[in-house]
């Protein structure tokens, strides 16, 4: 199936410039492509507001199991569009407080609740905002020849879309203060080293094993997907003893699912188990 745009919400954009999303349905998963290729797929309003109609549609539609979010060209995102940003001197700056609080941070939100799997591919750059959003997702795949910066410390800014929180999660604290702080670009093999991603990958598999990853997915049993994604969500705040206990309750509701049944008896069967996600 060809990709198709994602109804943009502003006609008069619309008509000028191509649809900055598309959306594809395939067989048990959906592929998001950030398509601003021109510009490094960076954040305008456009994206933002199709880019989360694009998350939504996925997470709603019965047939997508998962989601695989990639960019087109030669970059997967560059963050914000800073040429959006009317920064000459007697305008009043933006605020981009508000910004935040309309963009992007209901995007990571969305992102991280979809109770459905997220793998990223990233090709090229991923900077600022747009390494905040690959680490969003649960999966991350990068080209050999992507890289990562948190670049916000060249322009006067701090770290964003909850890289401050993602980044000593993944890599540690002391990690996460230089990456910050330094603004210093690292590949993605040096990534995948740290612990930031999952793997890198081979430029030119870069897309079939992320696809393999979500085909994977569309077979797997998507109640236990949802429940894993919800409990590792929650460990962060959690106490041991809460998140024990969330365990527990999550653990007790699988118990009565077909699809355990299911799968233990496939696994008894010496049988590849049918799930039905119920």
Same mark, same amino acid.
């Given at each position: 199936?060809?990709?198709? =745009? *994602?109804?943009?919400s502003?006609?008069?954009t619309?008509?000028?410039?191509?649809?900055?999303?598309?959306?594809?349905?395939?067989? /048990?998963?959906?592929? #998001?492509t950030?398509?601003?290729?021109?510009?490094l797929?960076?954040?305008?309003?456009?994206?933002?507001?199709q &880019?989360?109609?694009?998350?939504?549609? @996925?997470?709603?539609a019965?047939? *997508?199991?998962?989601?695989?979010?990639?960019?087109?060209g030669?970059?997967?995102?560059?963050?914000?569009d800073?040429?959006?940003?009317?920064?000459? +001197? /007697?305008?009043?700056?933006? $605020?981009?407080?508000?910004?935040? $609080?309309?963009l992007?941070? =209901?995007?990571i939100?969305q992102?991280?609740?979809?109770?459905k799997p *997220?793998?990223?591919?990233?090709n /090229?750059?991923?900077?600022?905002? %747009?390494?905040?959003?690959? &680490?969003?997702? +649960?999966?991350?795949?990068?080209?050999?020849?992507a890289?990562?910066i948190?670049?916000?410390?060249?322009?006067g800014? &701090?770290?964003?879309?909850?890289?401050? !929180?993602?980044?000593?999660?993944?890599?540690g604290? @002391?990690?996460a203060?230089?990456?910050?702080?330094?603004g210093e670009? #690292?590949?993605?093999?040096?990534?995948?080293d !740290?612990g930031m991603? !999952?793997r890198?990958v081979?430029d030119?598999?870069l897309l079939?094993? @992320?696809?393999?990853?979500?085909?994977?997915f569309?077979?797997?049993?998507?109640r236990?997907?949802a429940a894993?994604?919800?409990?590792?969500?929650?460990?962060?705040?959690?106490?041991?003893?809460?998140q024990? +206990?969330?365990?527990? $309750?999550l653990?007790q509701q699988? %118990?009565?699912?077909? +699809?355990?049944?299911e799968?233990?008896?496939?696994? &008894? /069967?010496k049988?590849?188990?049918?799930?039905?996600?119920?």
């Amino acid at each position: 199936m060809r990709p198709t =745009p *994602v109804s943009p919400s502003d006609p008069e954009t619309s008509r000028n410039a191509p649809a900055p999303v598309h959306l594809e349905v395939r067989q /048990g998963y959906a592929v #998001i492509t950030l398509n601003r290729p021109e510009k490094l797929n960076s954040f305008n309003n456009l994206l933002h507001v199709q &880019l989360r109609q694009a998350i939504a549609e @996925a997470g709603a539609a019965p047939g *997508v199991a998962a989601v695989l979010l990639t960019g087109a060209g030669r970059g997967f995102c560059a963050g914000q569009d800073l040429a959006e940003r009317d920064l000459r +001197d /007697g305008v009043p700056p933006p $605020d981009l407080g508000d910004s935040l $609080d309309r963009l992007y941070n =209901p995007l990571i939100r969305q992102l991280r609740a979809l109770p459905k799997p *997220v793998v990223c591919a990233v090709n /090229g750059i991923a900077a600022g905002a %747009g390494a905040s959003l690959a &680490l969003a997702c +649960d999966i991350v795949l990068a080209a050999r020849s992507a890289s990562f910066i948190q670049a916000f410390c060249r322009i006067g800014l &701090l770290p964003d879309s909850g890289a401050t !929180w993602t980044l000593p999660r993944l890599v540690g604290d @002391a990690r996460a203060r230089a990456l910050a702080l330094l603004g210093e670009r #690292i590949s993605a093999q040096q990534a995948a080293d !740290w612990g930031m991603i !999952w793997r890198c990958v081979e430029d030119e598999q870069l897309l079939a094993q @992320a696809e393999a990853l979500c085909s994977g997915f569309a077979a797997a049993p998507a109640r236990s997907l949802a429940a894993i994604k919800q409990a590792l969500n929650a460990s962060a705040g959690n106490s041991l003893d809460a998140q024990l +206990d969330l365990e527990r $309750d999550l653990q007790q509701q699988l %118990g009565y699912s077909a +699809d355990y049944r299911e799968g233990v008896q496939a696994f &008894l /069967g010496k049988r590849v188990p049918q799930f039905k996600g119920c």
